[in-house]
């Protein structure tokens, strides 16, 4: 029997494909309309912007363009102030029916599609969280819970047999002392593991679960150990910190600064990356990173004694003595170039150098102060050294301490509770700051009102503002703050002057080829699934010499080529914050 063209398309591509395909014989795809490419909340502002010259009115329509839901009429034109391009806004707000629907604009085209419906963000929080287990070290990822992008386990023999380099020695570690340090992540495109990146990345992850404990409990990923008591975001945040306290010194508390090859991989899977390993230079940076996110997990893990008996006790006392071994070695910072001067073999990979460690220093005692209530190490630190309230970064994370501050701010002991006003004030004030006029930038989002938003890691920007917002609304339950946090969300997932959605295996044009090596090397087209790429940076084809960079403007200075590691990487740092900010959006849908 002949089955009908149509029959046969509905049978291969459902429901969904059919209308999709329907559509686009209709009406033309057009990448002009910039949206979030996941969907929206029912009662949450819902906006897209239409770059060049379109005006007049826009239509929501079904996916098979036969039922119009929603009309609406674009915005007057502004102008891009970074690109000089024009863009409207067309604001569907009141629409608030679920469903799958397309905009259309007569004589522009159809964009792509969207949904609006409750939890639509959850996919996208667990798939940034599961992108941590496919970054896991020393294990096989059997295709039960990889997919179709298993493997066998990286530098499961070559983390078991470090050894320590001739800038990390201390008394009964000697060069070349071998170390067994496994487990851990991956640390962004390449194979090695550094403690000060981790330390963002764990304090953004906890900070999740201590804000939302109750969303984190639901928040499930698949992994090998989801059917135990500990949610998802515990237990996958455990596989970096039993790999964390192997980096601690017994000897004096001190904490190497990473575990890494001399030189970079290249691009081949992690099991075929053999090279020797190394444990380098214990730094204060490190140091105190390790104190802090010892000293919140400390607190975290203590109700789970019976599933993981004498962690929480284990965890703090590693953060007092890390925390100890750094006021003796105040000025022990992480200088390579310095470095390699000294010792051999000489170290080339990611270097996470920073000269000023003030900032660690007041995140370190923030959580040491909270966990313990011990007002020394609060009085240690000067809370506010200057009038700066600095977005958080790996070499910026002074906020984190602000935020576990505000976090605890009724068990505060009197000498916090005496500066809790102006810290306070710090926070709703940078958030404020970030508000100032949003509603003249082109795309409408709090990311992007400077070109200097677009750095290397511009995502981890938006995210990162997004976070800061949501904590501005948890001090005063302001919705302004939530809904503006909801924009750099949209950002990332499509709404911006590149058109990408900038998580891997999401959205209608989601980054294909990101600089990633298991992505890279595996054979398969589609990239490993929940990353985050690191999103346009105006200084890009300096940094990585790519070609192929044809844009003029910063926020547009994005490829999606695996050898532009300057815009198209992935890294840990970035997708924590992602991890943050989209699930801290669905906890927080019913307040939109």
């Given at each position: 029997m002949r089955i009908p063209q149509p029959v046969l398309i509905f049978l291969l591509f459902g429901v969904y494909g059919f209308f999709r395909i329907a559509a686009s014989q209709a009406q033309p795809l057009t990448s002009s309309i910039r949206l979030n490419q996941i969907g929206y909340y029912p009662n949450a502002p819902k906006v897209a912007i239409v770059v060049g010259d379109a005006s007049g009115d826009?239509?929501?329509?079904?996916?098979?363009?036969?039922?119009?839901?929603?009309?609406?009429?674009?915005?007057?034109a502004r102008t891009n102030a970074i690109s000089g391009k024009t863009a409207r806004t067309a604001d569907f707000s009141a629409l608030k029916t679920a469903g799958t629907f397309v905009i259309q604009i007569p004589g522009l085209g159809q964009s792509y599609p969207f949904e609006i419906k409750k939890d639509v963000h959850r996919?996208?929080?667990?798939?940034?969280?599961?992108?941590?287990?496919?970054?896991?070290?020393?294990?096989?990822?059997?295709?039960?819970?990889?997919?179709?992008?298993?493997?066998?386990?990286?530098?499961?023999k070559e983390d078991t047999q470090v050894l320590v380099h001739p800038s990390a020695v201390s008394p009964g570690r000697p060069a070349g002392t071998v170390l067994s340090s496994p487990r851990g992540w991956y640390d962004a495109g390449d194979y090695n593991k550094y403690i000060v990146n981790s330390g963002i990345t764990m304090g953004t992850l906890l900070s999740l679960y201590e804000d939302f404990p109750a969303f984190c409990q639901t928040l499930k990923t698949d992994i090998p150990e989801s059917e135990n008591r500990l949610p998802d975001i515990l237990d996958e945040s455990l596989w970096n910190l039993r790999w964390m306290l192997t980096m601690q010194d017994p000897a004096d508390g001190g904490v190497y600064h990473k575990l890494t090859n001399a030189r970079f991989d290249g691009m081949v899977m992690p099991d075929k990356a053999t090279k020797e390993r190394y444990v380098v230079q214990k730094s204060v940076t490190a140091a105190l990173d390790f104190a802090a996110v010892m000293a919140q997990a400390s607190r975290i893990f203590k109700p789970f004694n019976r599933e993981l008996p004498g962690l929480a006790d284990s965890c703090l006392t590693a953060a007092k003595r890390a925390w100890q071994w750094a006021k003796q070695h105040p000025d022990a910072l992480y200088r390579q170039s310095v470095m390699n001067e000294k010792f051999d073999p000489d170290v080339s990979t990611g270097e996470y150098g920073d000269r000023d460690a003030s900032d660690e220093w007041i995140w370190a005692a923030s959580?040491?102060?909270?966990?313990?209530?011990?007002?020394?190490?609060?009085?240690?630190?000067?809370?506010?050294?200057?009038?700066?309230?600095?977005?958080p970064s790996w070499a910026q994370v002074r906020l984190l301490g602000y935020y576990t501050l505000a976090r605890f701010e009724k068990s505060l002991t009197a000498a916090g509770k005496k500066d809790f006003p102006q810290l306070k004030q710090r926070l709703t004030g940078f958030a404020n700051e970030l508000l100032l006029d949003v509603?003249?930038?082109?795309?409408?989002?709090?990311?992007?009102?400077?070109?200097?938003?677009?750095?290397?890691?511009?995502?981890?920007?938006?995210a990162n503002q997004g976070i800061a917002l949501i904590q501005a609304y948890r001090l005063t339950s302001d919705k302004i703050y939530l809904r503006a946090a909801l924009t750099n969300l949209d950002y990332l997932l499509g709404r911006n002057a590149t058109g990408y959605c900038f998580v891997t295996g999401f959205g209608d044009k989601?980054?294909?080829?990101?600089?990633?090596?298991?992505?890279?090397?595996?054979?398969?087209?589609?990239?490993?699934?929940?990353?985050?790429?690191?999103?346009?940076?105006?200084?890009?084809?300096?940094?990585?010499?790519c070609e192929g960079y044809t844009a003029t403007s910063a926020d547009e200075m994005f490829i999606d080529a695996s050898c532009s590691y300057a815009s198209n990487e992935i890294a840990i740092n970035w997708n924590a914050p992602l991890v943050y900010l989209a699930g801290a959006l669905e906890a927080l849908q019913a307040k939109q």
């Open positions: 826009f239509q929501i329509t079904t996916p098979d363009l036969k039922k119009v839901v929603f009309r609406g009429t674009l915005s007057p996919a996208v929080a667990a798939g940034s969280l599961k992108g941590f287990y496919y970054q896991r070290v020393s294990t096989e990822l059997p295709a039960r819970f990889a997919g179709q992008w298993a493997r066998p386990a990286g530098h499961g959580e040491l102060y909270v966990t313990t209530q011990d007002d020394a190490y609060y009085s240690a630190v000067n809370l506010f050294p200057d009038e700066k309230t600095p977005l509603d003249k930038q082109a795309y409408q989002t709090v990311m992007g009102k400077s070109a200097q938003d677009y750095i290397w890691g511009s995502s981890a920007v938006a989601p980054v294909m080829n990101p600089h990633h090596r298991p992505s890279v090397a595996d054979g398969i087209e589609a990239p490993v699934p929940g990353l985050l790429s690191g999103g346009p940076n105006g200084n890009a084809p300096k940094q990585d010499k």
